[in-house]
Nanobody, 122 residues
Framework: QVQLVESGGGLVQAGGSLRLACAASERTFENYAMGWFRQAPGKEREFVAAITWTKSTYYADSVKGRFTISRDNAKNTVYLQMNSLKPEDTAVYSC????????????????WGQGTQVTVSE
């Protein structure tokens, strides 16, 4: 299984930016699709963005135009650049991995990181 570690969360004012990173184990990253999910207090986990191993990207409507997912396969790392942040973006953000294809369903991912807190103030 892929080992994943997220970083880059923090506190930011509305309209600001954060860049999250997810580092994966070297031998298992190739040919995996990567996804970002988030969960706010009292709400269900929701899909944010995903990227295939060939770098096709997918976004939730709520973040389209504001967030950008990317990956550096040589560094075994996936990123989530978050711009124009809103208080509604406050959540624990987690990265996840599954073999080959993207899924919008969190239950279809086989590996998960511990998560990183993103808090956006008014």
């Amino acid at each position: 299984q892929v080992q994943l570690v997220e970083s880059g969360g923090g506190l930011v004012q509305a309209g600001g930016s954060l860049r999250l990173a997810c580092a994966a184990s070297e031998r298992t990253f190739e040919n995996y699709a990567m996804g970002w999910f988030r969960q706010a207090p009292g709400k269900e986990r929701e899909f944010v963005a995903a990227i295939t191993w060939t770098k096709s990207t997918y976004y939730a409507d709520s973040v389209k135009g504001r967030f950008t997912i990317s990956r550096d396969n040589a560094k075994n790392t996936v990123y989530l650049q978050m711009n124009s942040l809103k208080p509604e973006d406050t959540a624990v953000y987690s990265c996840a991995a599954r073999r080959f294809s993207v899924s919008y369903d969190y239950t279809q991912y086989t590996s998960w990181g511990q998560g990183t807190q993103v808090t956006v103030s008014e």
